[in-house]
Structure formats: C-alpha cells, structure tokens
C-alpha cells in the first residue's frame, strides 16, 4: 500500500474515534475556537519572496525518527526569534510522532501564524484544527477527489481558516485552478517514491495561476536551491528535517536566514 493510502485508512478509523471522545460541539467550546486568525499569506507576502515557513516535526516516513526529544517551546520561539514567516507544526501521532501537546504548547508560545500540519480528510479535522488555534491547514490534492477538496476548503475559510493546497503532478494542479486557495503548494517529493526533484517543481510552477502565493515544499536542503525556487516564482519554502535533523534547528535558521539574505 502506498504511503498516503496508509495514512489515509489510519486517519479515518483515528477521526472516528476522536468524534466518539469530543463532539464537533464541545470542540466548539474550546477558548482558541473564537480568536481571531493570524494572516498566513500576509506573513507570506511580507517576506519579499524569501519567507520560511519552518516545520517542527520529529520523525517522517521518509526520514525515520529526526529529533525524537525535541522540546517544542525553545524551538519554535528560536524560530520565531530567526524570522520564521509561520511555522508548521505536525500534528499526527502515529506516522509523525506528533504528541498531543505540541500544536497546544507551538501556539501558546509564538505569535507567528501556524500551520496545523495534518491529513484533513473529514470537516471534524477542521473545527478541531480551529479549536487548537490553527491560521491555516493543508490539504493534499492527492489524497481527496477534487469536489471533496473543494467542500472542505470552504468550510475551513467559513471557519476563518486559510488552505494550502498541496499538488504533486501537473493533473493535480490543472483539476485545482477554479477553486479558491489562500496559498498553493507543490512538494518536491514525490510521495510514492520519496525522490525530491525540485527541476520538476519548477517546471510545473508555470502552470499556477500568476496571482497564487506559490509554495515549495520538502527536500530543501541548502540556500541555493531555495534562491533557485525563488527565482522561479516561489515565494514560501516550507522546511523542516534540514532544521529538525540539527541539535539546534533555530541556529540551522537563522543561518540558513543569513545566506539567502546576503
Ligand atoms: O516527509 C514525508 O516522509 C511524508 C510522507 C508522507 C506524507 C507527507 C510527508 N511529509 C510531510 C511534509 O509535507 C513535509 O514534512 C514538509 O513538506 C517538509 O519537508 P522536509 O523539509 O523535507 O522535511
């Protein structure tokens, strides 16, 4: 079975076995469900086509265990303090390692907008990611049909929530371009095969719409190729093993902060 349809049969049973313990009301109750989003696509924008959005993860199907121990709270303020744009913090258990408490503990800590990395297939994921004080969610075209993803990414924006999409293929992109998505993606890793080819993102970027806040995602592993991406029309880069895989990602930050800025 491939990766995604794995997590896929996990997330289900998983969402419905959150529903039976918290309903869609009580999540409503939460005190964060009522606060007013942070702007993740400003943050964006803000950041003249070199803002980072910096992922705190602590293992991956691709990579294994990164940085099982990692305390949340330190990482993510160094982030915050080395000019992150937002950040994604992971928050699936049982393929990421996410603990329960980490987006809680991200949250409580910075005031970047945050991206609730998760598999959203369900609209409970999205009360649940509004409960817990996300800004934005991702959805991944690979894993819904179109008119599913569709759905879902109104009633995140009803919610006050903003959608990245993630595409892969070019199929992917064209079945996408007249629905509405704060900020569009496109991995660099191929998630059958777990090759990162950024050649490939580049050449489907031309296929975004002009106006779409464009998204590179995963294998960013060196400045040079960030400034490639960015030459070619990408304004986000979303990161996160070549800061987590470091005793001290906020310093592979603002390092890495450093030499795109130069
Ligand atoms: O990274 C994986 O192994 C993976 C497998 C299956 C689904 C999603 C996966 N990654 C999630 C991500 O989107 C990455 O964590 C993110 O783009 C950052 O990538 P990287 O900089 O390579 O850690």
Do not use: C
């Not at 602590?58 to 303090?81: F, L, T």
């Amino acid at each position: 079975m491939k990766i995604l349809e794995k997590i896929k049969a996990h997330k289900l049973i998983e969402i419905q076995q959150r529903k039976q313990i918290k309903s869609i009301e009580q999540l409503k109750l939460s005190e964060l469900y009522n606060r007013a989003s942070i702007d993740f696509k400003a943050s964006i924008l803000s950041k003249n086509n070199r803002a980072i959005i910096a992922e705190f993860k602590r293992q991956s199907p691709s990579k294994g265990v990164i940085h099982p121990d990692a305390d949340v709270i330190s990482i993510v303020k160094g982030y915050e303090s080395n000019g992150a744009a937002a950040l994604s913090i992971l928050n699936d258990n049982h393929f990421f390692g996410a603990l329960e408490t980490d987006f809680a503990n991200a949250r409580a800590s910075v005031n970047l907008p945050l991206l609730q990395k998760d598999f959203i297939l369900d609209e409970y994921q999205l009360v649940e990611a509004k409960a817990i004080g996300a800004d934005a969610i991702l959805l991944i075209a690979k894993m819904l049909p179109v008119e599913r993803i569709k759905v879902l990414a109104n009633y995140a924006h009803q919610l006050g929530l903003q959608v990245l999409l993630e595409t892969h293929t070019e199929q992917e992109i064209l079945d996408h371009l007249h629905t509405e998505f704060d900020l569009i993606g496109i991995n660099n890793r191929d998630l059958n095969t777990f090759e990162v080819n950024i050649q490939h993102s580049i050449a489907l970027a031309n296929l975004l719409p002009q106006q779409a806040v464009k998204i590179a995602e995963s294998g960013i592993q060196d400045a040079n190729t960030l400034l490639e991406l960015a030459n070619n029309g990408f304004s986000g880069f979303l990161m996160g093993e070549y800061f987590m895989k470091t005793a001290n990602p906020a310093e592979q930050l603002k390092a890495l902060q450093q030499e795109i800025w130069r």
